[in-house]
């Protein structure tokens, strides 16, 4: 008898019931029942209607409405119904401007008004007793709330929230996927991915939400040492912290003697010149790595090569490396030094890498500076080679502000590397120079915080890597995001988190995912650009590089500082979740029909 069309609502939760209740009261539907992919809901009814499960099971002439309120799991929901019959459904006592026009999927409530030449996008939520104005535009999937109000020629664009009540001044413009918040007036045009709130509306996140990828982390005992230093008046760049910083640095990796120095790179530099590295010669380094590693190759004026990364520890490949000592042997060319890098906090392969190293006498240089605290076969990465350095750098896994160690094994080295880097000067009242120094030296007070930072150095490894345990919980089975895997031989400090993200799978690449933290005022980084990739070594050859290359284009590094804490770790991770998902096939497919002569999209 009826010619009502058959409707089902998908979701079956508070926003599904509204859009059951208006369908039922508008007469043009047949309101047959919900579907929601809750399988506690399947089986059971709300108010004499059935709850059920998959949409495919329904009958092909039924329509289906979207019940669903969040407007990110609502455009997913609609992407899902591809194919199917979207019902928009509108209450009869809504006011639809006869000009007025509405999106598949789109949902209007009782009192609601959409007035002339408005144009709403699909999967829309215009809610109770709203008011959009005339000439207004909105994008797909957009919330309007109740009794919200758009001045005439509002523009909102997909995925926007608007808070119940908020009030958007005739003209203005919403970006996409932003959210003003219950009670706004918004005066002026906000952007994509904001949060804004109050009256006049102003973009939150408040001053000092902030969270920075990894910043210094000082506890109590550093200003207490501070403090004595400055009772002592030893400010100057040697003296009594800078001694014990040594002694206990040494304690703490178990290398037989340290050189605090001022930064990791004045370290790497007196470690290659003490190798003799010089004009002409070539010194194999790491590619994936920050530019630090290769720098004091060029002031000794040497040629980095640059070896590629294994895809099990994200470093220096030690096949690549062993085979490329073997054909510069042949060739007569070996490198006067190899620098390895333990990036991220995990140690590189250091057996197989020494050994091929010995094989040719090549020594090799450690770049432990992202290191302190991993183990490698139980050992810290560092204490291997010829020379080891670390850095204190104020994003370091512990800091002096500024600041440095060199690691080595031979006391005598230790103290040529002391005497370098305090000017070369011989001791003699008048200063007697025979050779070039440097001004490397830690200076004592940075030294005294260098002291109280070591004492806390295992619950620092301990809280990143509780901070990677965490995303790692709450991210691992997200499709399109994997992480730094751990090498079976050793432990990473974790000093930073690094996902990398499959763009297809996840629906956004690592740098969308950069920019809408950036936008919630988190800081993410890129993986370190490759140095084959740099212009700085465009002269300079490669070994490989296709690893590091796709590390570099997928990878993203996380807010990892050991002082974050849990609330701070989910914001991340919902933040990052929250990422608008633009890139997915399905997604394309629907906003670029499908083409008969088969193009590639
Ligand atoms: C930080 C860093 C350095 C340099 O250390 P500084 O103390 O900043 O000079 C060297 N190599 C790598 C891999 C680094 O991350």
Redesign the pocket.
């Known amino acids: 008898m009826s010619t009502r069309t058959p409707l089902f609502v998908l979701g079956a939760g508070g926003h599904g019931k509204v859009v059951a209740e208006a369908a039922r009261a508008c007469g043009a539907f047949d309101f047959r029942g919900f579907v929601d992919h809750d399988r506690s809901r399947w089986g059971t009814e709300w108010d004499g209607v059935p709850i059920h499960g998959s949409p495919d099971a329904l009958d092909a002439d039924a329509s289906i409405a979207l019940g669903v309120g969040d407007n990110r799991a609502r455009s997913e929901a609609m992407r899902g119904l591809d194919g199917k019959r979207i019902a928009t459904v509108v209450h009869p006592s809504a006011v639809v401007a006869r000009t007025a026009r509405l999106g598949d999927g789109t949902y209007v409530g009782p009192m609601a008004v959409v007035h002339a030449d408005a144009e709403i996008g699909r999967g829309c939520i215009v809610n109770s007793a709203a008011v959009v104005e005339h000439d207004c535009r909105l994008g797909d999937y957009v919330h309007v709330s109740p009794r919200a109000t758009l001045g005439g020629g509002v523009t909102v664009g997909e995925g926007t929230h608007l808070g119940l009540g908020a009030v958007l001044l005739p003209g203005l413009s919403v970006g996409a996927w932003t959210t003003l918040g219950a009670g706004a007036v918004m005066v002026e045009s906000l952007p994509d991915r904001v949060t804004a709130m109050g009256v006049p509306a102003r973009q939150r996140p408040v001053p000092g939400s902030r969270i920075y990828l990894s910043p210094p982390h000082l506890g109590d005992d550093e200003w207490a040492l501070v403090r004595e230093a400055f009772a002592s008046n030893w400010i100057a760049p040697l003296g009594p912290h800078v001694d014990a910083f040594e002694a206990e640095f040494s304690r703490a990796v178990g290398a037989p003697h340290s050189a605090a120095l001022s930064?990791?790179?004045?370290?790497?530099h007196l470690a290659l010149r003490r190798l003799g590295v010089k004009l002409g010669d070539t010194v194999f380094c790491s590619t994936l790595?920050?530019v630090?590693?290769a720098n004091p190759i060029l002031y000794q004026g040497g040629t980095p090569v640059f070896i590629d990364s294994d895809e099990t520890s994200w470093n220096m490949d030690p096949d690549l490396l062993a085979d490329e000592l073997d054909r510069a042997s042949r060739a007569g060319r070996l490198p006067r030094a190899v620098v390895v890098?333990?990036?991220y906090g995990q140690s590189a392969d250091i057996d197989p890498i020494l050994a091929a190293c010995e094989r040719h006498g090549v020594p090799l240089v450690e770049?432990a500076?992202?290191a302190l605290g991993a183990r490698y076969r139980g050992r810290s990465p560092g204490t291997f080679g010829r020379f080891g350095?670390f850095?204190?750098?104020g994003?370091?896994i512990i800091t002096t502000s500024?600041?440095?160690m060199l690691v080595t094994a031979d006391g005598s080295e230790a103290s040529t590397v002391r005497f370098l880097a305090s000017q070369a000067r011989t001791p003699a009242a008048h200063y007697e120079h025979e050779v070039v120094g440097f001004n490397y030296r830690l200076s004592n007070v940075l030294a005294a915080i260098g002291r109280g930072q070591l004492r806390r150095l295992e619950e620092r490894v301990a809280a990143r890597r509780e901070t990677f345990a965490f995303y790692q919980q709450a991210l691992g089975a997200v499709p399109g995001i994997a992480f730094m895997p751990e090498a079976p031989y050793g432990e990473a400090s974790r000093w930073l988190s690094v996902i990398l993200v499959d763009p297809e799978a996840f629906g956004a690449d690592a740098d969308e995912i950069r920019r809408h933290l950036e936008g919630a005022d988190i800081e993410a980084r890129p993986v370190?650009k490759p140095m084959h990739r740099q212009p700085l070594f465009a002269h300079c050859r490669v070994v490989g590089g296709g690893v590091a290359d796709r590390l570099f284009r997928r990878g993203l590094c996380l807010p990892s500082g050991s002082s974050l804490r849990d609330e701070d770790r989910a914001r991340v991770v919902e933040t990052l979740l929250a990422t608008p998902r633009t890139r997915r096939r399905t997604r394309v497919s629907l906003v670029h029909p499908v083409r008969v002569d088969g193009a590639a999209r």
């Open positions: 930064s990791g790179t004045a370290a790497l790595t920050f630090a590693s890098v333990h990036l770049d500076a992202e350095i850095s204190f750098n994003n370091k500024g600041g440095g370190w």
